[in-house]
């Protein structure tokens, strides 16, 4: 079992930076791939980033590329996003989820994570 609980969203103007983390518990953290993902009001969940359980490989959607950075701190059991350049489209609830697998790949399909986080909502002002 895994809960994760994410924080750092808030309301940034376009063009500013926002951090988020996501805190994990459980003494498995380093077993689970990583993702991020987001949901705009009225549109479906779509994939942010993810990245595998050793940090190696990582994955992100076109959306995002350039401008979002995911990483992961195994010790401390968090996962980050860190947003850059942000636009008014980026406007989302932004969930981190886990994704138990024993090898070293990222989905981002999100029907393959197991855990959720309860979201941080992410607000881009114009």
């Known amino acids: 079992q895994v809960q994760l609980v994410e924080s750092g969203g808030g309301l940034v103007q376009a063009g500013g930076s926002l951090r988020l983390s996501c805190a994990a518990s459980g003494r498995t953290f380093s077993s689970y791939a990583m993702g991020w993902f987001r949901q705009a009001p009225g549109k479906e969940r779509e994939f942010v980033a993810a990245?595998?359980?050793?940090?190696?490989?990582?994955r992100y959607a076109e959306s995002v590329k350039g401008r979002f950075t995911i990483s992961r701190d195994n010790a401390k059991n968090m996962v980050y996003l860190q947003m850059n350049s942000l636009k008014p489209e980026d406007t989302a609830v932004y969930h981190c989820?886990?994704?138990?697998?024993?090898?070293?790949?990222?989905?981002?399909?999100?029907?393959?994570?197991?855990?959720w986080g309860q979201g941080t909502q992410v607000t881009v002002s114009s």
């Open positions: 990245i595998t359980k050793n940090g190696y490989n990582i």
């Open positions: 989820a886990a994704d138990y697998r024993p090898i070293g790949s990222a989905t981002i399909n999100e029907f393959e994570y197991d855990y």
